[in-house]
Nanobody, 124 residues
């Protein structure tokens, strides 16, 4: 069973950048679909990005071109780099692990292991 701990969130002005990290323990992330999700107050949790073991990333439309999901298998860590941040990116960001699949999509219902989240706040 994998345990996940996110870090790297914070407060940033619009147009800025952040890199979120998700440190995994208990199992290797290469065995799972890995994804980033976010939830803003009063809204449902939404998928941001997912990464496959071949390194192929899939992104939700709202972050396309501004986000990069990546993995460091040597350190068993997942990352999300976000540039050109907008106030609407403000949310709690979660990393999650789901059952391995030939193609991983950022759909929350397919992920069973979740971290505690890290807050990202973007001010205008």
């Amino acid at each position: 069973q994998v345990q996940l701990v996110e870090s790297g969130g914070g407060s940033v002005q619009a147009g800025g950048s952040l890199r979120l990290s998700c440190a995994a323990s208990g199992s290797f992330i290469k065995r799972y679909c890995m994804g980033w999700f976010r939830q803003a107050p009063g809204k449902e949790r939404e998928g941001v990005a997912a990464i496959n073991t071949d390194g192929y990333g899939i992104y939700t439309d709202s972050v396309m071109g501004r986000a990069t999901i990546s993995t460091d298998y040597a350190n068993n860590t997942l990352y999300l780099r976000m540039n050109s941040l907008k106030p609407e990116d403000t949310a709690m960001y979660y990393c999650a692990a789901g059952e391995w699949a030939s193609r991983c999509y950022p759909q929350p219902q397919h992920y069973g292991y979740w971290g505690q989240g890290t807050q990202v706040t973007v001010s205008s």
